[in-house]
């Protein structure tokens, strides 16, 4: 069959998928990855073919956006569903009100879904599998007939609000739905009418642990994370196993694309860790590390050394929770500390803790001695590794991306509704 992948033109977003797509092409299906034109490097790159789509879009653009009474960047936003406000009429009409106008149509922009329906209706896909903020892959995979999946890089966590969002409509007749209201005229466009498989499509693929899954009640396919963090070289220093305990700060890829809120100051964050006997591996650009110099001599900062293969090397990992980063360490068994900023990151790092995998130090309290002495804990305590050890067991439990290509098939046969 044909599978077409789909994903704003986010690294971060994308590498996630880069193992099922192989999967899907040793088992003999014919792949391809549309995205905007900046995320084409990135996916030939993974062996795969790309289809740049529409022009490239500003993230950084669109996280300037604010929201609530406060003024607040509703990227600051936690959306930790244990938190009780989050399931309310207020917050969760808060969100609808802001993403899609301010988020989700920046980086699905109408040149983007045209070129990617003109596509799609052009190859005739069998299948579309979508990063689940770019809709645009489902609306294509309509606009052709083929069956459609989102594949997620976290927890659920806009799905859940999506869920209290419509529980709190029902009630409310008087009001609009935002995704309805943007998504309508799209879909009407290309002759389609919306429904809520225009939000999270007709299944979804999962890769989060059981204990990090969320359960909505819809059609999953559990699927294991397997970690993909781009071309990569590795380095000479890695090739040897460390002299004394290594551990990896790291604030992700993300950061990099325009996403600074991810990053506090740098600004000696690392001084307290010569205190240490330990070697710390830091992933800094050239702009990071400018800004945390000096650095102690047990630091060695890296522009980029691949997580697969530098965390197994690893006693503890110090970072913002991001979905690549955080399933990397879980898949390697590495406890963590995770100091979140934005969305997801907090119920990732909230969850961790819970489980005994890791502790929390909220970003404006992760001074230099927090630093040293949140790694002095994972690292003195084994029930940090014990903790670790259970959540990374959790995930390999889970099929792996070739063991779920049998069951897409049958999904794809049921659900994909081919124009004559």
Request: overall charge negative.
């Amino acid at each position: 069959m044909r599978v077409l992948f789909t994903s704003f033109a986010l690294d971060a977003h994308f590498l996630g998928s880069v193992p099922l797509a192989w999967a899907l092409r040793a088992a003999g299906h014919d792949v391809r990855v549309a995205s905007q034109p900046a995320l084409t490097v990135t996916i030939t790159q993974a062996g795969l073919s790309a289809v740049p789509v529409g022009d490239n879009t500003s993230l950084g653009g669109a996280l300037t956006a604010k929201t609530g009474a406060s003024g607040a960047s509703w990227h600051s936003v936690d959306f930790d569903p244990g938190r009780p406000e989050v399931h309310t009429w207020e917050f969760a009409s808060a969100l609808h009100a802001v993403l899609p106008a301010e988020l989700f149509a920046g980086l699905n922009d109408d040149t983007m879904i045209d070129d990617l329906v003109r596509f799609a209706r052009y190859w005739r896909p069998d299948l579309v599998i979508w990063e689940p903020f770019t809709f645009a892959g489902g609306i294509a995979a309509k606009a052709a007939g083929a069956a459609h999946a989102r594949l997620l890089w976290g927890a659920d966590l806009f799905g859940d609000q999506r869920t209290a969002f419509l529980s709190h409509l029902a009630d409310r007749p008087e009001a609009e739905d935002p995704m309805a209201a943007w998504l309508s005229p799209v879909l009407d466009r290309y002759g389609l009418v919306f429904d809520e498989t225009s939000v999270r499509g007709q299944w979804t693929i999962d890769q989060m642990p059981a204990s990090i899954r969320l359960p909505l009640g819809e059609h999953t396919v559990p699927m294991r994370y397997v970690p993909y963090n781009g071309a990569a070289v590795v380095p000479g220093w890695l090739r040897e196993p460390p002299g004394r305990p290594r551990v990896c700060v790291t604030v992700g890829l993300t950061a990099r694309d325009g996403a600074d809120y991810l990053v506090g100051s740098l600004a000696g964050l690392f001084d307290a860790l010569g205190d240490l006997d330990v070697e710390v591996i830091a992933t800094l650009n050239a702009e990071q590390r400018a800004q945390a110099e000096p650095l102690p001599p047990n630091v060695r900062a890296v522009d980029f050394v691949p997580l697969q293969a530098l965390l197994p090397t690893c006693s503890a990992i110090a970072n913002h929770g991001g979905a690549g980063t955080w399933s990397t360490a879980v898949a390697c068994g590495v406890p963590q500390l995770i100091s979140p900023s934005t969305w997801d990151n907090f119920y990732r790092a909230r969850r961790t803790a819970e489980l005994g995998a890791g502790i929390v130090t909220p970003r404006d309290e992760l001074t230099p001695d927090a630093l040293r002495d949140g790694l002095r804990r994972l690292l003195d305590d084994e029930r940090f590794a014990d903790g670790a050890d259970r959540l990374r067991a959790e995930m390999t439990n889970e099929p792996d991306p070739a063991g779920v290509v049998p069951a897409l098939e049958k999904l794809t046969a049921t659900h994909q509704d081919l124009p004559l």
